[in-house]
């Protein structure tokens, strides 16, 4: 499980840096995704916590692919989630979400200038 764990890491890092590299053709998004970055990054640790051990119980995981895929699936699934909940507080409450990230988020640059 471990070794599965590091390999999970080494694939997700590929990832974002194969995709950092994809949004760098536009900018406004590389922004976006910027400002959002510390916001999945905390909350990305609990969530995972909570859901894997839970997909493992309730998935009926019959084979170790089926284990395995867990590993690649439900990271894509925490990171999209982070990423919506991150624009909908962005939308609903952006004060609330400048508190929560220690003002690494800035309404005033983020909203205030049009990039959202």
């Not at 995981?61 to 699934?77: G, N």
């Amino acid at each position: 499980s471990l070794l599965l764990h590091n390999l999970g890491i080494l694939f997700g890092l590929a990832a974002v840096f194969a995709l950092s590299g994809l949004l760098l053709k536009g900018k406004k998004a590389f922004l976006w995704l910027g400002s959002a970055s510390f916001f999945v990054f905390a909350f990305h640790q609990p969530f995972m916590g909570r859901i894997i051990p839970l997909m493992l119980l309730m998935g009926n995981a019959r084979s170790d692919f089926d284990k395995i895929s867990y590993y690649f699936v439900i990271p894509i699934l925490v990171i999209g989630v982070g990423l919506g909940l991150f624009y909908l507080l962005v939308r609903i409450v952006p004060e609330f979400l400048e508190i929560i990230t220690g003002e690494r988020f800035s309404k005033t640059k983020y909203i205030d200038s049009g990039k959202t």
